[in-house]
T-cell receptor, first 112, second 111 residues
Framework: DVKVTQSSRYLVKRTGEKVFLECVQDMDHENMFWYRQDPGLGLRLIYFSYDVKMKEKGDIPEGYSVSREKKERFSLILESASTNQTSMYLC???????????FGPGTRLTVT | GEDVEQSLFLSVREGDSSVINCTYT??????LYWYKQEPGAGLQLLTYIFSNMDMKQDQRLTVLLNKKDKHLSLRIADTQTGDSAIYFCAERVSSASKIIFGSGTRLSIRP
């Protein structure tokens, strides 16, 4: 079974804090993705990575950065958290050719 | 540009069929997907259809694709309370690794 795990299910941070969200997959997938999910807006792609140390901006990269030092791990970083980054964050992975993405359970982040 | 649209809510009676509709804009879509998200969980792939097919059936699920109208639907026969979830339509465009998701349709089941 493919497993995508995320470091926290729930997180509460203060405005201005640096926040790290970690994602690990065990299927040797080349591609990894970070989305945020907001009611009525569906999933919006923040960043994705198709190889170690490679990254591409998605549709809403502003205020976020990412790191992929190892194939199985993809981190999302909020350099200075703001209240409008309160959201559900979902990580996903897939093989190099694309296709089906496997999702983690999500991290619900609240910034106060 | 690429866009996937679906209605936000659907309510059906237990035992009836549910039909969730989706439209997409990119004619170069290769695969179209239906994902299910149960409360508090991530998305799980329910089924998919290749763009050169017009129908796919898998137990209670039937996917219909109308390429001319860029319309995709998911029919769930004999809807059960366990089918309550958000259903996302998604398209994969040409050879890209990215998938474009719709906003999700929340399916609720009434007794």
């Amino acid at each position: 079974d493919v497993k995508v795990t995320q470091s926290s299910r729930y997180l509460v941070k203060r405005t201005g804090e640096k926040v790290f969200l970690e994602c690990v997959q065990d299927m040797d997938h080349e591609n990894m993705f970070w989305y945020r999910q907001d009611p009525g807006l569906g999933l919006r792609l923040i960043y994705f990575s198709y190889d170690v140390k490679m990254k591409e901006k998605g549709d809403i990269p502003e205020g976020y950065s990412v790191s992929r030092e190892k194939k199985e791990r993809f981190s999302l970083i909020l350099e200075s958290a703001s209240t409008n980054q309160t959201s559900m964050y979902l990580c996903a992975s897939s093989f190099a050719g694309g296709g089906e993405q496997y999702f983690g359970p999500g991290t619900r982040l609240t910034v106060t | 540009g690429e866009d996937v649209e679906q209605s936000l809510f659907l309510s059906v009676r237990e035992g009836d069929s549910s039909v969730i509709n989706c439209t997409y804009t990119d004619s170069s879509s290769t695969y179209l997907y239906w994902y299910k998200q149960e409360p508090g969980a991530g998305l799980q792939l329910l089924t998919y259809i290749f763009s050169n097919m017009d129908m796919k059936q898998d137990q209670r699920l039937t996917v219909l694709l109308n390429k001319k109208d860029k319309h995709l639907s998911l029919r769930i026969a004999d809807t059960q309370t366990g089918d309550s979830a958000i259903y996302f339509c998604a398209e994969r465009v040409s050879s890209a690794s990215k998938i474009i998701f719709g906003s999700g349709t929340r399916l609720s089941i009434r007794p």
